[in-house]
């Protein structure tokens, strides 16, 4: 299955006369021209391929439909260039688009901006054909626009081969080894460069044996990867372990201080670069839940993340270091310990001391990827440091791709949140946001830039995602990370339309009824008011309230039967709300300012505890509970019309998934609200079944 990329969604181009004023030495405008010709070929246009420095007359541009060249170009002085204003961006990967008379041009300002130009008017569709538009610019608000893949090598005998992977196996490697084929790859990088995406780490964060190698032994394979990626505009990045210089070195120890362990750093580093000059750095998870780093040593992590910034300096490579550092190994009974306040405790105090070419890849939450929680202090606190920030497209906690669960509403509250402002209800207009952190745009004017990072959903399973809908997610993360401010309805339907372009009407309105709210039914059946947790230990799938509640992973509930929630104020707490930026430390402090949806993150509170909308805990359990399993049951119904609409086998695979989805709600609707009954005694005031 292509995703959004099928045959059709190029048709409007491919009908058209096309001029590709660019030559083809460069691969991402080779992938360009492949693309014009390929769906010009199919769909009866005609495409003409000249080269960047060719001049053409006004006629010779006039003659065709669509043009596609490269910022400065010689195309004829007083032709389309002569329209380019002074703000012409400055970002790689930015263009413009231009239409006058019967003519659209694409002026890309460097290869990937032609990419990402061609596939501009490809979303566009028909409408990139009609009236006239000034030479407007798009330019990408985020350089960092990652995805971070957690596959392993060889298939781990707990975690799988993809760690939190939903999708089947690894597109990158079967049976201990790199693909021999790896068509799957160059497939997936077209469907990544077509969306903006220009990063990707090839495996998973918890670097074990033989994934360690893939730094020595494992280069040449490596390279066949990047050169599949590299037409697209993507540079490929591998996560390593921070003790590979004994582990695979051979070494007496990985102290960053020490020359030999530097030395050995630097070589490993000029190796990859001669297999991949491109190469994109290193993704490092150290001193987590039991990978090394240089806690070990009596060092900090400006420490450890700086050996291997220097290392990769003078290529022009970069460290993606990791912020997920806390306790996974808690004594449930020490109710001091808080792992939310974990981050912002370790890397708070090291702000200024990261080297340029690192990154600092922060989790959105304080604890882990949930369905609610709010974001992660460390955001606002780092403001001499690069800081991207990491989201989840592949859906551990959100229902595992087995669940519709569409996140673009959850990432774009996450990155429009503005972290210092007036009040609670919102901040001060103006105020720096989330995503103004993670694009840099928000620090001193030489503040280096950064952005997103996702872990990805996709594997080697037939629609790419397991569940066919979840596409979506990987097309919507990409969409913001080219544009945080984006309006994710807006990204939304734009997938649909490039996804099923032939569609009726209905599929779409349904599309939209199963997606629009789904983050929010999801949360509505799960865990309540920010509380988090509350799954099957190990796999994380499905309820089990207390599963979590005795364990040594720092994600408790303190239910009993007074009341639930973690005390994390100042006050009384653990003192977490203290480490967010005013107005924020107050407004969580206070339960009657704190927001509904985060009550039990920031609160203990008594079951019977009224919210803001009105209702006790224990009844808002009960409500939504019920009201979020009785919308899948819709959702399945809905989905159920438009059989014969889409594709038969993506419509059984949803109504598949959407069938389990059912179950599963339910199992959860029925286990929190007995729950909650049990241990609070208070009826459901509606009378409705609890067991
Ligand atoms: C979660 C997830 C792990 C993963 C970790 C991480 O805890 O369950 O599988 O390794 O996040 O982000 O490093």
Redesign the pocket.
Known sequence: HPMWLPDEALRPLGERRVLVAAGIDDPVVATVVAEVRAATARWGGAVTVASPDASLTGDEVRGHDVVLALVPSSTAPDEPTRALADDVPTASGSFGVLREGATTTVLGLDSPGLLYGLHHLVRAGAAAAEGDTPLTWYAPTNDVRMLDH?DNVDVHPV?GQV??GYAGGSIFYADGRVREDLSRVASYGRLLGSVGINAVAIN???VHRTEARLLTDGLPDVARIADLFRPHGIRVHLSVSFAAPMTVGGLPTSDPLDPDVQAWWAARVADVYDAVPDFGGFVV?AD??G?PGPFAYGRDHADGANLLARALKPFGGTVFW?A?VYDHKQDWRDRSTDRARAAHDHFSPLDGRFDDNVVLQV?YGPT??QTREPVSPVIAAMPRTRLAV?L?VTQ?YTGQQKHAVWLGPQWSEILRFPLSGDGPDGGRPGGRTVADVAAGTAGPPDARRAGLVA?SNVGDDAFWTGHPLAQANLYTFARLAWDPSADPQTLLDEWIGLTFPDADPVVRETLHRVLDDSWRTYEDYTAPLGVGFMVRPGH?YGPDVDGYEYTPWGTYHFADRDGIGVDRTRATGTGFTGQFPAPWRDAYEDVTTCPDELLLFFHHVPWSHVLHSGVSVAQHVYDTHWEGAARTVENAAAWDAIAGQVPADLHARVAERLAEQVRSAHEWRDQLRTYVFRHSGIPDATGRTVY
């Open positions: 957690w975690m760690e939190r998973n964060v918890n998870k987590s839940e990978q990791r997920f989790k882990d990827f990491e989840q551990e872990v994380h």
